[in-house]
């Protein structure tokens, strides 16, 4: 799974991540890399909220599954399933944080 840490986390931001991850968390970082995506979608979330970016992903209809993606409170766009939706969210909060 290592490959797709690139995903989430770019320049900048994936320093700042892998520091954060040794003070907050008892794991190897290379434990990280092997926890199953979904584990490591919640920690890259836990982790910008520690950088005051906030990702909230809403159900828009239960019967066609559509969700939308807001981050900092703004609509980023509406995806047509929850694993596209999570992965916009990790990409826009990535591009978000090497900006600050």
């Not at 320049?11 to 700042?16: G, H, I, P, Q, Y």
């Not at 290379?30 to 584990?39: G, H, I, Q, T």
């Not at 809403?58 to 047509?80: G, M, Q, R, W």
Request: charged share 30%; glycine share 0%; hydrophobic share 35%.
């Amino acid at each position: 799974m290592k490959e797709q840490s690139t995903i989430f986390f770019t320049k900048k931001t994936r320093e700042d991540f892998e520091s954060w991850f040794t003070l907050h968390y008892d794991y190897e970082l290379s434990e990280f890399y092997e926890m199953p995506l979904s584990m490591q979608i919640g920690v890259a979330v836990d982790f910008y909220e520690s950088k005051e970016i906030i990702i909230h992903i809403e159900p828009t209809d239960h019967f066609l599954l559509c969700y939308n993606l807001y981050i900092n409170n703004k609509k980023v766009n509406s995806f047509a399933d929850r694993d596209e939706t999570r992965k916009e969210a990790l990409v826009k909060s990535n591009q978000k944080h090497n900006n600050k």
